[in-house]
């Protein structure tokens, strides 16, 4: 099925004067309509991702995963890391609800195009630092357990391979923990992908329908 604002455009740009003719204005509010229900959705699951993480540490296991940063020595950085993340993420959050608001209270179409690229940059911005931070945490895991005398005690492990030398355990150890935070940052990146890639995209056609439009 072809897109109802398409058709409208294509009606709008017909010559034919038998037909009933749309205004620019009749083309900009279904445009302007859309682009509002995109941007409102990008700060409700933006709301959402940040909530659902932390209704998970009531369960038991989240809890311990906890413990083992502490137990590696990684207690400041756990405070820190925290601190910067809850920041960052209601700043993009608040980010986005000013976008939504603009968006909303819009009149203007070059404005719109202004506001849709403001939009699209947060929204990278923010992709990037979830992205990053994911990723450096297992980095700092990983240092933590270089530094660490019995990694394998501070993880919860109360035995020792036997025929492992402690040297090669912390490589094994490292290297895997190194190998998790890569496939776990391209899991959350194709999650990214799939919440905010798609209503990107859609925001983005919508600024491309704009500009054909000579404004």
Known sequence: MMDELELLKRDWQKKDKQL???????????????????????????????LVPHLLY??????????VWKDLGL???LLISNVLQYTVVLYFIFQFYR?????????????LL????????????????CLSLIFMSFIVMAVGIYL??????????NYQPENISPEKLKTILISTVVVLGI?????????????????????NKNYKELKEMDI
């Open 183 to 203: 496939v776990v940052t391209l899991v959350m990146g194709c999650i990214y992908f799939l919440l905010y890639g798609i209503l990107l995209k859609k925001l």
């Open 75 to 77: 207690g400041n950085f």
């Open 20 to 50: 009933p003719q749309l205004s620019f204005d009749d083309i900009y509010k279904m445009i302007w309509k859309k682009s509002s229900s995109i941007v409102k959705w990008i700060f409700l699951i933006s709301i959402i991702e940040f």
């Open 99 to 111: 976008r939504y608001r603009e968006i909303s209270t819009l009149d203007n179409a070059k404005k």
């Open 148 to 157: 660490n005398e019995d990694p394998m005690v501070a993880m919860g492990y």
């Open 114 to 129: 202004s506001n849709i690229l403001k939009t699209r940059k947060t929204v990278k911005y923010y992709v990037i630092f």
């Open 58 to 67: 009531f369960l038991p296991s989240m809890s311990k995963n906890l413990a």
